[in-house]
C-alpha cells in the first residue's frame, strides 16, 4: 500500500472562488490537473515522476462551510501502491498548494474574470458519497425559466464539444429551457417556419463556431452559409431579425470570422461579443463565465 498524506484549512472565500483558486494553485504547481468537478467541488491531479518518487495523485474536495467559507481537504498520495517511503514529496505537495492557494488568492481578490459568484457561492449540503471520508456539498440549482437558450452549431463542426456544452447548459437552466438540434423538428412541419417559432421562444441563441464552421460545404461542393435554407443560417438571421441575445461560442481553437466571409444577412454576427469554450480543464470555468454574462 502506497503513502499518503492529508491536510485541510478553512478559506474566507465562498464556494465558487475558492474552487478557482484551488484549481489555479494546482495550476501553479505544475501538476497534470486529469478533472475539475466544479459541480461536486472535486479536482484531481498527478505529479510527474522524479528521482526521488514515482508521482503523486493529488484530489482537492471542497464544501461550503458558510455563505463566505470553504473547507479545503487536500490529500496526496503516492502514484504507486507498493511504494513505502514517499521521501517528504507528499507532504511538500500539500505545503505547496496551500501555499500557492493563499499566494493566488491575495493576489487575485479583486479579479472579477477569475471569480465567478453565479452558480456555486450559495451552497446547500447535502451530503453525497465522500470522496475520502468528507461529505460533498452540492450547489443549488438555478430556477428553470431564467433563460431559454438555442443552440446554433455544424455536427460537422463541433457536435462532440456541443454536447458537452448542451449538457453543461442543462444542469444550470433545466432540459426544457434549452434546444440543440434539428432532429427536434417535427415530421411535415416547415423547418424555417419552426426554427424561426423556436427562436421567438428564446431569449439567447448561442452560435457554436468550430475550425470548420464557415467553410463547411454540402453534397456539391457549395458553401453552406451561402445557402439561403441551410438550417444555421436560418437560425442566425431569425435571431438578429429579433435582436435576440446572440453569443458566438469559438471552440477547438475557432477564431471569429471577418465579415467579408460570410453573407450580407449574417454580417451582423461579427460584431457581437462572444467567449471562447477550451477544452478540459478549462471548459467548466468557461462556461461558468458564460453562464454568469448571461445574468
Same mark, same amino acid.
Given at each position: 500500500?502506497?503513502?499518503?498524506?492529508?491536510?485541510?484549512?478553512?478559506?474566507?472565500?465562498?464556494?465558487?472562488?475558492?474552487?478557482?483558486?484551488?484549481?489555479?494553485?494546482?495550476?501553479?504547481?505544475?501538476?497534470?490537473?486529469?478533472?475539475?468537478?466544479?459541480?461536486?467541488?472535486?479536482?484531481?491531479?498527478?505529479?510527474?515522476?522524479?528521482?526521488?518518487?514515482?508521482?503523486? !495523485?493529488?484530489?482537492?474536495?471542497?464544501?461550503?462551510?458558510?455563505?463566505?467559507?470553504?473547507?479545503?481537504?487536500?490529500?496526496?498520495?503516492?502514484?504507486?501502491?507498493?511504494?513505502?517511503?514517499?521521501?517528504?514529496?507528499?507532504?511538500?505537495?500539500?505545503?505547496?498548494?496551500?501555499?500557492?492557494?493563499?499566494?493566488?488568492?491575495?493576489?487575485?481578490?479583486?479579479?472579477?474574470?477569475?471569480?465567478?459568484?453565479?452558480?456555486?457561492?450559495?451552497?446547500?449540503?447535502?451530503?453525497?458519497?465522500?470522496?475520502?471520508?468528507?461529505?460533498?456539498?452540492?450547489?443549488?440549482?438555478?430556477?428553470?425559466?431564467?433563460?431559454?437558450?438555442?443552440?446554433?452549431?455544424?455536427?460537422?463542426?463541433?457536435?462532440?464539444?456541443?454536447?458537452?456544452?448542451?449538457?453543461?447548459?442543462?444542469?444550470?437552466?433545466?432540459?426544457?429551457?434549452?434546444?440543440?438540434?434539428?432532429?427536434?423538428?417535427?415530421?411535415?412541419?416547415?423547418?424555417?417556419?419552426?426554427?424561426?417559432?423556436?427562436?421567438?421562444?428564446?431569449?439567447?441563441?448561442?452560435?457554436? !463556431?468550430?475550425?470548420?464552421?464557415?467553410?463547411?460545404?454540402?453534397?456539391?461542393?457549395?458553401?453552406?452559409?451561402?445557402?439561403?435554407?441551410?438550417?444555421?443560417?436560418?437560425? !442566425?438571421?431569425?435571431?438578429?431579425?429579433?435582436?435576440?441575445?446572440?453569443?458566438?461560442?469559438?471552440?477547438?481553437?475557432?477564431?471569429?470570422?471577418?465579415?467579408?466571409?460570410?453573407?450580407?444577412?449574417?454580417?451582423?454576427?461579427?460584431?457581437?461579443?462572444?467567449?471562447?469554450?477550451?477544452?478540459?480543464?478549462?471548459?467548466?470555468?468557461?462556461?461558468?463565465?458564460?453562464?454568469?454574462?448571461?445574468?
Amino acid at each position: 500500500m502506497g503513502v499518503q498524506k492529508d491536510k485541510s484549512f478553512r478559506a474566507q472565500y465562498p464556494y465558487a472562488q475558492a474552487f478557482d483558486i484551488a484549481r489555479a494553485a494546482l495550476m501553479g504547481m505544475g501538476v497534470v490537473i486529469q478533472q475539475a468537478d466544479s459541480a461536486n467541488g472535486e479536482i484531481a491531479a498527478r505529479t510527474g515522476a522524479s528521482l526521488q518518487s514515482f508521482g503523486e !495523485i493529488i484530489s482537492v474536495q471542497m464544501r461550503s462551510a458558510g455563505t463566505d467559507q470553504t473547507d479545503v481537504y487536500i490529500r496526496s498520495a503516492s502514484a504507486v501502491q507498493t511504494t513505502l517511503v514517499d521521501w517528504g514529496k507528499n507532504q511538500q505537495n500539500l505545503d505547496t498548494f496551500e501555499a500557492m492557494f493563499v499566494q493566488i488568492a491575495a493576489a487575485s481578490s479583486n479579479d472579477d474574470e477569475l471569480f465567478s459568484d453565479l452558480y456555486y457561492d450559495d451552497v446547500e449540503e447535502e451530503p453525497t458519497t465522500p470522496m475520502y471520508g468528507i461529505a460533498e456539498a452540492k450547489p443549488r440549482e438555478r430556477p428553470a425559466g431564467v433563460h431559454k437558450v438555442f443552440i446554433s452549431y455544424r455536427r460537422a463542426d463541433s457536435n462532440d464539444i456541443c454536447g458537452r456544452i448542451y449538457d453543461r447548459l442543462v444542469r444550470d437552466f433545466g432540459e426544457r429551457n434549452i434546444f440543440k438540434d434539428v432532429d427536434n423538428i417535427p415530421f411535415g412541419v416547415d423547418f424555417v417556419d419552426y426554427l424561426d417559432n423556436q427562436i421567438k421562444e428564446c431569449t439567447v441563441l448561442l452560435v457554436v !463556431i468550430g475550425p470548420k464552421w464557415i467553410d463547411a460545404v454540402d453534397e456539391r461542393g457549395r458553401r453552406r452559409l451561402d445557402d439561403p435554407n441551410d438550417f444555421v443560417r436560418i437560425e !442566425i438571421e431569425a435571431a438578429l431579425r429579433r435582436n435576440i441575445l446572440v453569443v458566438p461560442l469559438l471552440v477547438s481553437g475557432a477564431v471569429m470570422p471577418y465579415a467579408e466571409d460570410l453573407p450580407e444577412s449574417l454580417q451582423p454576427l461579427t460584431r457581437r461579443n462572444g467567449i471562447e469554450i477550451r477544452p478540459d480543464p478549462d471548459f467548466h470555468y468557461d462556461m461558468t463565465r458564460l453562464i454568469k454574462r448571461l445574468g
